[in-house]
């Protein structure tokens, strides 16, 4: 039995930071890709970024790339989502997920195991 479940979330202000956390259980995430997503209230589920199963490669959606960090702690069954200069664009449910052993990073249904998703608010 597989287990996400994210932290981190809550309300800011543009410009800030959050940082989110995803820790597993029932499941040892160093084989396995890694990605974050989110879905805006009414909209489908996005790409925000993956990493790889040793944290060599990192793939982020265009809309957050260079103020989001996808980082993982193998050690510890985790990976991180750094979020700086937030903007209310941000404002969604944010989930972690492990990815299948084939297909795309960038594919929502290339990913078998969900969180329940953290709320990020970001206001104006």
């Known amino acids: 039995q597989v287990q996400l479940v994210e932290s981190g979330g809550g309300l800011v202000q543009a410009g800030d930071s959050l940082r989110l956390s995803c820790v597993a259980s029932?499941?040892?995430?160093?084989?396995?890709?890694m990605g974050w997503f989110r879905q805006f209230l009414g909209k489908e589920r996005e790409f925000v970024a993956a990493?790889?199963?040793?944290?060599?490669?990192?793939f982020y959606g265009n809309s957050v790339k260079g103020r989001f960090t996808i980082s993982r702690d193998n050690a510890k069954n985790t990976v991180s989502l750094q979020m700086n200069s937030l903007k209310p664009e941000d404002t969604a449910v944010y989930y972690c997920?492990?990815?299948?052993?084939?297909?795309?990073?960038?594919?929502?249904?290339?990913?078998?195991?969900w969180g329940q998703g953290t709320q990020v608010t970001v206001s104006s």
């Open positions: 990493i790889s199963r040793s944290g060599t490669l990192k």
């Open positions: 997920a492990v990815k299948g052993d084939s297909g795309s990073y960038f594919s929502k249904e290339r990913y078998d195991y």
């Open positions: 029932g499941r040892t995430l160093s084989s396995d890709d």
